[in-house]
């Protein structure tokens, strides 16, 4: 790798951050699906708010709330404060999170301890490194993924699918080929969990189920409806000049599987926990994530500006959602997250019809109330 490559890594990371900090990246015509999920109000909730217990165990490891913050950055000065703002808020709040890729890192050794700071501001925080998919396909092994895990002494490790902003940056690396028999090769022998990763388009069923036979530990869904990483490669090209991946980059804005229906279909397809992300942007969207299925949820993009600001901003942030959980859980009367795993849902509109058509069936979850949806 050369030095040239190795800067223009690190460039490409200080863009995406700009971008996402100054312009709407958001998806425009497609949501996540949460709008059409209700929960069944409960007029006596029969338990008592301040009694609930958000607290969680997964990966062997126990959450205060089943939520994180997704991967986001790392390996640029401003990347290293974000991280280790996030750090300190998550180690206080008893979360998790997950750094954004360390590719930067593990090809200039000398960017190690950026990363490496972030493990010091959470000593007992939840850490999931972060590597892509398309580095495997060029070679990667388990040495390079050891190598992410041991520079922040990671509990899991994500590798992250991108095809989408693959396709449309300039630089995009767009050879996908094997890239599941590389991801078996480290998730088998790896010293800490993988979790299979997207970043915003969502995965299916049918790729769920590969990728638990090849072993995954952990699938985090990141499905359409939140950010779009077609949106940030469209102003990147923008800016460039570059007329073929602004175009790109307006066609596939809105291109994926919504939250919702990547929840739903996976967690009905695969064994191991699913981690909800993709615009989850309140307590609510967090419990529907967690009465669809899954066992950990995340959020990315409304943390990123309060890590540029202050600990307190980022706890702030998260409190919030946190509360609105509360008050979900509150009305639903479930006073634990077993419980909310349990509770009726009613799938109405686009999300209940796009379930149907790919052959499953939202309407049973109304009829579900007392069947156990916490199978992990
Ligand atoms: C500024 C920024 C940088 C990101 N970098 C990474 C990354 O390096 N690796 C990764 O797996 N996901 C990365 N993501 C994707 C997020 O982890 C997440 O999957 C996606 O943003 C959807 O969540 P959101 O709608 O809450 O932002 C990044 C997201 C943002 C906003």
Redo the contacts with the bound molecule.
């Keep these: 790798m050369n030095f040239q490559m190795i800067n223009q890594t690190r460039e490409r990371k200080g863009d995406?951050?700009k971008i996402?900090l100054e312009k709407d990246v958001q998806a425009k015509r497609i949501t996540t699906g949460f709008e059409d999920i209700f929960f069944v109000h409960r007029a006596l909730p029969e338990i008592d708010r301040e009694k609930i217990d958000l607290s969680t165990k997964l990966f062997d490891h126990k959450f205060s709330a089943p939520i994180i913050v997704?991967?986001?950055?790392g390996g640029t000065s401003e990347a290293t404060k974000i991280n280790k703002t996030i750090a300190e808020a998550v180690q206080e709040l008893g979360l998790g999170m997950?750094v954004?890729?360390q590719r930067a890192a593990i090809e200039d050794a000398k960017l190690e301890c950026s990363f490496a700071e972030t493990r010091k501001k959470a000593p007992t925080a939840f850490l999931i490194g972060?590597i892509g998919a398309p580095q495997l396909v060029q070679g990667w092994r388990l040495d390079q993924a050891q190598i992410a895990v041991n520079m922040i002494d990671a509990d899991a490790l994500?590798i992250?699918l991108n095809p989408l902003q693959e396709a449309i940056q300039p630089e995009g690396e767009t050879n996908y080929e094997n890239a599941l028999e590389k991801i078996k090769e480290i998730a088998t022998s790896l010293s800490v969990p993988v979790i299979a990763?997207?970043?915003?388009a969502g995965i299916a069923a049918e790729e769920a189920k590969k990728l638990e036979e090849a072993g995954v530990k952990g699938i985090d869904v990141?499905g359409a409806g939140?950010?779009s990483w077609a949106a940030v490669e469209y102003y990147r090209a923008k800016a460039t000049l570059d007329k073929k991946d602004e175009r790109l980059g307006q066609t596939f804005w809105d291109w994926g599987i919504p939250t919702a229906v990547s929840v739903f279909e996976v967690s009905n397809s695969v064994n191991v926990p699913i981690i909800a992300?993709?615009?989850?942007r309140t307590g609510l969207d967090v419990a529907k994530s967690l009465a669809l299925g899954a066992s950990l949820v995340s959020?990315?993009?409304?943390v990123?500006r309060p890590a540029t600001q202050s600990v307190g901003q980022v706890k702030e942030t998260l409190e919030l959602i946190i509360e609105e959980l509360k008050n979900a859980m509150f009305l639903t009367g479930a006073d634990t997250v077993k419980k909310l795993k349990k509770v009726p849902l009613v799938v109405t509109g686009k999300t209940a019809q796009w379930l149907l058509m790919r052959g499953f069936h939202p309407e049973t979850l109304a009829r579900q109330g007392s069947k156990d949806r916490s199978k992990r």
């Excluded at 959020?299 to 409304?302: D, L």
């Design positions: 995406h951050i996402c997704g991967a986001m950055t997950g954004g890729s972060n994500a992250h990763k997207e970043t915003g990141s939140g950010t992300s993709g615009g989850i959020v990315s993009a409304p990123l």
